[in-house]
C-alpha cells in the first residue's frame, strides 16, 4: 500500500513520485539502481538520478555505503514506505563519505551499487566542459555578432499599403505591412519598378483567399526578380590626330605632332624637277 503522504507529497516532483510508487511495489532485494530504472522508464538517466536525490532527501530512500565480508565496498540502497524516522535506540547510520555512485551495480540488493568510479559528472547545457589537468585552456570564443537588418527601401511600405488600390481584398493590416516590407524592398533594390511590383502581386488572384497577406508572402518570394546585370565597361572612343600646320606649305593636315605634310619634301631636301 502507497500512502496519500507520498503521493500527495508537495516536495516532490511528479518522477520522483512514480519512483517511489514503483520501488515500494517490488519484492525485497530486487534492483532499483540507475541502470535498472532507466531500462524500466523512458525517462533519461538525468531525470531518475534526479528523481533518487529528491526520495532520498525527504526520508523515502537512503543510500549507504557497506563493506562485505571480501573487503569490497559497496553502497546499497534502502526504501522505506514512511518519511525514514531513526529507530529508538538504534544507531543512526553512518554519513556516507562522498556523494553516492550514480551507476549502481545490478548484482547489489535493492539496486546496491558497487564501490567504482563513477567517472566525470554530467555538464549542464549551456555551462563550459572543464578542462583536465595539465591541458592548456582553450581560448574563449568570441560572441556572434548578430547580423544587422539591412535599410528598407522607402517605397516598400506604402507600395504594400496601396495594394487595396488594385484588389480592395488586399487590405492589409499594420503588422502584415511590417513583416512584408523586407520582402518588396528586396524587389525595388533589384531595379524592379513599383507599379511593375504592385500588378504582379495584385493580378490573377484566386477567388477565395483564407489570408491575403500569406498569398503576398509567397508571391514575393517564388517570383522574386533576379538582379540586374553590371552594364559593360563603356568602350573607349578614339579621336582623330589634331590639325597641324605645315612647315613648308603652310596647309592644314592631321597629325600628332607639328611638322610638314607629306606633300613637303624634308627639310633640306631638293624638290623633283
Same mark, same amino acid.
Given at each position: ?6 503521493? %500527495?507529497? #508537495? ?12 520501488? %515500494?511495489? !517490488? ?12 531500462? #524500466? ?20 530512500? *537512503?543510500?549507504? #555505503? *557497506? ?7 559497496? +553502497? ?22 562522498? &556523494?553516492?555512485?550514480? *551507476? ?9 551499487? &558497487? ?18 589537468? $595539465? ?5 574563449? %570564443?568570441?560572441?556572434?555578432? *548578430? ?23 488586399? !487590405? ?5 505591412? %511590417?513583416? !512584408? ?18 500588378? +504582379? ?6 477567388? #477565395? ?16 526578380? @533576379? ?30 605632332? @607639328? ?8 627639310? $633640306? ?5
Amino acid at each position: 500500500m502507497v500512502g496519500n503522504h507520498l503521493l %500527495q507529497h #508537495r516536495g516532490l516532483s511528479a518522477t520522483a513520485i512514480g519512483v517511489a510508487g514503483y520501488i %515500494q511495489s !517490488l519484492p525485497e532485494g530486487a534492483p532499483i539502481g540507475i541502470r535498472a530504472l532507466v531500462a #524500466r522508464f523512458p525517462e533519461g538517466e538525468m531525470r531518475i538520478s534526479a528523481a533518487l536525490r529528491e526520495l532520498e532527501r525527504h526520508g523515502y530512500l *537512503e543510500r549507504r #555505503r *557497506e563493506r562485505l565480508d571480501t573487503g569490497r565496498v559497496v +553502497t546499497r540502497t534502502y526504501s522505506y514506505n514512511q518519511p525514514n524516522h531513526p529507530t529508538p535506540g538504534a544507531p543512526p547510520p553512518p554519513p556516507p563519505a562522498r &556523494e553516492p555512485d550514480p *551507476e549502481p551495480g545490478p548484482a547489489d540488493p535493492r539496486g546496491a551499487a &558497487e564501490g567504482a568510479d563513477p567517472g566525470p559528472a554530467p555538464v549542464p547545457a549551456g555551462e563550459p566542459a572543464p578542462v583536465p589537468a $595539465g591541458e592548456p585552456a582553450p581560448p574563449p %570564443q568570441a560572441p556572434v555578432s *548578430e547580423a544587422v537588418p539591412r535599410p528598407l527601401h522607402p517605397g516598400a511600405a506604402g507600395l504594400l499599403a496601396g495594394l487595396r488600390l488594385h484588389d480592395p481584398r488586399l !487590405l492589409l493590416s499594420e503588422r502584415d505591412v %511590417q513583416r !512584408l516590407a523586407p520582402d518588396v524592398s528586396a524587389w525595388l533594390d533589384r531595379g524592379a519598378d513599383p507599379a511593375a511590383v504592385g500588378l +504582379t502581386l495584385s493580378a490573377n488572384l484566386p477567388e #477565395r483567399m483564407r489570408s491575403p497577406a500569406s498569398v503576398l508572402a509567397y508571391r514575393l518570394k517564388a517570383l522574386l526578380p @533576379p538582379r540586374l546585370p553590371a552594364p559593360p565597361a563603356p568602350t573607349p572612343v578614339s579621336r582623330p590626330d589634331p590639325f597641324q600646320t605645315c612647315d613648308g606649305c603652310d596647309r592644314a593636315f592631321r597629325a600628332p605632332h @607639328p611638322g610638314r605634310c607629306r606633300d613637303c619634301p624634308p627639310p $633640306g631636301s631638293r624638290a623633283a624637277a
